[in-house]
């Protein structure tokens, strides 16, 4: 809402996993045309399944720890743990998008 109220976009360091169902189902559709090609399988699968890996462990690892909640404060080893993870998942999705610029690169040159 304050995108369209004030006309300024703010991103926050959680936003990749906000949007991780857009970017899961991008990553799927990579996948089914990385297996229809033939091309590129193993780096888009292992690079989707570590993202989702990753972003259900660090979700999980917050509501456990109570960072989730609020009920454990930012800033312990837990939050260092759970932002990790996030930093995690966000390269996987940054090798995912470069799997897929392969992929591209890949089928045009057939």
């Known amino acids: 809402m304050f995108y369209f109220r004030a006309r ?3 991103f926050d360091y959680l936003m990749p ?3 991780g169902l857009l970017a899961l189902g991008g990553g ?47 800033g312990g080893w837990e939050w260092a743990i759970v ?3 996030l930093i995690g998942y966000i390269i996987a999705l940054i090798a ?3 799997g897929g610029i392969y992929l591209i690169r890949d089928l045009r040159n057939r």
């Open 8 to 10: 300024r976009f703010h």
């Open 17 to 19: 996993a906000e949007l």
């Open 28 to 74: 799927g559709a990579l996948l089914w045309a990385a297996l229809r090609a033939k091309l590129r399988v193993k780096w888009i699968a292992w690079a989707i399944g570590t993202a989702v890996f990753l972003l259900f462990a660090s979700q999980g690892l917050a509501v456990i720890t109570g960072l989730a909640d609020g009920s454990t404060a930012i």
């Open 83 to 85: 932002l990790g993870m």
């Open 96 to 98: 995912l998008a470069i």
